[in-house]
């Protein structure tokens, strides 16, 4: 299966063969390697590395493809679903239903194993509520989002420029939970179902469904931070929505 929902539509530029002149394809090697040109320009396998991700015939992506397969059958028994992405605004000159967030490829983005080697240098970003609970304060830039894509990755990046979103990182295609990231003394301490994109059009706080996706989203980020030995989550890790 070709990395679609881990770059966007960008996927199938990385998937084909790189190389030659052709301009088009240099400003997509560019964008691959996170605005900068490098020379040589880079092969899928460089850019597959510098991100984080690894080529779907790895032993270690199949273990855990296995597990993933796993837990989606569990989701899927307690009525979960894939989810679809919705377009939050009109775009001046577009038809209604077409999302420019769709066709944007992310500038800084990259697996949950690229975020954790980034981790340590980012600033806190929580806050504590009167009730005494955890939240992602949105006045600390920039912030950190993620999807878990169809396959059983999770997709992270910044939300640049107020323009970079969910749907960025998944190429408007369908994927499985979408929310923020929270970072505690330069650790993964929490998960935020916020996605205008994929998870507030669908969801209300407190049912049964939203539940079901809190379960699963943190079942999701444990069991692949074990799959592949990061010790980048806090011993306090949790999943909250809102």
Known sequence: ???????????????????????????????AGNGTSLNPRPNRSNVLARKGFLEQTDASWLGWASHFSGLISIHIGSSGRRLSSVCTRNWPGYTAGQCLHELTPPLHHGSLRWFCKQVANLPDNLLTRADGSLGIDPAVKPTWIFVIAEEGEIVTGQEDFGVIKHSCLAG???????????IENGLLRLVDLSSGHYVRPRFLQGSPSTGNLIRFTRDVFLDYAKAFDMTCIHSQFDCIWG
């Open 1 to 31: 299966m070709p990395f679609h929902s881990q770059f966007g539509r960008f996927g199938d530029v990385v998937s084909g063969p790189l190389g030659g002149t052709d301009p088009d394809q240099h400003a997509a090697d560019t964008l």
């Open 172 to 182: 408007g295609l369908e994927i499985w939970s979408a929310g923020q990231l929270g």
